[in-house]
């Protein structure tokens, strides 16, 4: 076979194996909760909207885990903020903010600190679903053998009606996805 057409072919090989795993990401991205009535030990919540924290808190107060991680909080933000005026009451004394991570793989090192700090043997984690792949990824790396229950949020701009007929959405998953695949492929430091 001439190198033009082997080519070719390997072209076409790559391009469908990345469409089959953009599906797949896609599929893992829209995924339900795993294991909704699972008890963690902890919950954490990697920032980026505020329904992730609306989530991690109702969580918390629902008993799906008792001590919870908002990693990746500013310096300047207080709980109270992230609350978005939900009532803590007690619950403010089970919330530890990390102020370190910057970047996914930042979240997952301060994860792991957190969790072997707290001898946490599970952890439910919230964060954006199109997040998720790439955050579990991330997360199992820095926490070899301590259970991770993903718990998908639906940002609101994605439950949009018409969201899937817009240019920003795909844009926002399909650079996820390549973010996705550069950090399966151990290229982490390139990407936030």
Excluded: C
Excluded at 84 to 92: D, E, H, I
Excluded at 169 to 183: H, N, P, R, V
């Amino acid at each position: 076979m001439r190198p033009a057409r082997l080519l070719l072919l390997f072209g076409g090989l790559a391009l469908v194996a990345l469409g089959l795993g953009f599906l797949g990401f896609l599929r893992v991205a829209a995924a339900a909760p795993e294991q909704p009535d699972r008890q963690a030990d902890g919950i954490a919540v990697l920032t980026g909207g505020a329904e992730r924290v609306a989530t991690g808190l109702r969580l918390l107060r629902e008993g799906q885990g008792q001590w919870m991680l908002i990693s990746g909080v500013h310096r300047d933000t207080m709980l109270e903020d992230l609350a978005s005026g939900m009532p803590l009451g007690a619950l403010a004394r089970q919330v530890e903010l990390g102020r370190l991570a910057t970047t996914t793989r930042g979240n997952a090192r301060e994860v792991a600190e957190w969790a072997q700090a707290g001898q946490l043997h599970s952890i439910r984690v919230v964060t954006a679903g199109y997040h998720m792949p790439r955050a579990m990824l991330e997360l199992r790396r820095a926490l070899p053998g301590v259970e991770l229950l993903p718990w998908p949020v639906v940002p609101a701009r994605l439950r949009q009606a018409g969201a899937l007929g817009e240019l920003r959405t795909w844009s926002l998953l399909l650079g996820e996805y390549a973010k996705l695949l550069l950090a399966w492929g151990g290229l982490t430091a390139l990407i936030s």
